[in-house]
């Protein structure tokens, strides 16, 4: 079983490729970045809450909530975007409730969409599946393993799901405002607004 790593969201990073200057203080060490605009769009997107980038086939995909007080109950969508920033197709994916994490595992994307999972068929660009998770209230980041285990946060109910094979599973519970996922070989990142600490259960790791 993967350890999971805590991270708690104590001061806001940016990261950036660029270069910066480094100080030292207190024995700590302290980078600066500046971060360089190459591109951007128009202001066409509509509340975008994430972008994820697919190298088979060399294009980005934009999550746009679409968050609408005028218009109750509207519906989000999934861009398509060239690595230079040209919108291929705006509303490539449509009717998703409020998309946010997404992750790619062979031909297949997936999508947290509020309280269900959606699976979309990349060469057909359509939905092939929407999978309702029990009791969910607010999904929102999602990673991938190198099996294709599909790791999902719920923030309000403090709350991490997994899914494989048609199935979902409570993985862990009782976090603080779980939010952003990263998997890696052996161990699964995980941001929260607060300390966390090791579950006996599972052994689980808190920073």
Not at 113 to 124: F, G, K, Q, R, S
Not at 167 to 173: G, K, M, N
Request: hydrophobic residues 40%.
């Amino acid at each position: 079983m993967k350890a999971v790593l805590f991270i708690s969201l104590l001061a806001s990073v940016v990261l950036s490729a660029c270069t910066g200057n480094t100080s030292k203080q207190n024995t700590h060490t302290v980078s600066e970045y500046i971060l360089n605009e190459i591109w951007s769009t128009d202001t066409i997107m509509r509340t975008p809450e994430s972008v994820l980038y697919d190298e088979v086939r060399d294009v980005l995909y934009v999550a746009n909530m679409n968050l609408n007080p005028q218009v109750p109950g509207s519906k989000g969508f999934i861009s398509r975007l060239s690595t230079t920033g040209e919108v291929l197709d705006l509303e490539w994916i449509k009717e998703i409730r409020e998309p946010k994490g997404m992750g790619i595992f062979g031909n297949l994307l997936y999508v947290t969409a509020v309280t269900e999972l959606v699976i979309i068929d990349l060469d057909e660009g359509k939905i092939v599946q929407n999978i309702p998770v029990d009791s969910a209230v607010f999904l929102n980041d999602l990673a991938i393993d190198a099996t294709g285990l599909v790791y999902f946060t719920d923030s309000r109910k403090g709350k991490i799901h997994t899914f494989k094979d048609g199935v979902v599973r409570e993985w862990i519970t009782g976090l603080s405002s779980p939010n952003g996922l990263y998997s890696e070989e052996s161990r699964v990142l995980l941001a929260t607004s607060s300390f966390n600490s090791v579950n006996p259960e599972t052994g689980l790791v808190s920073m």
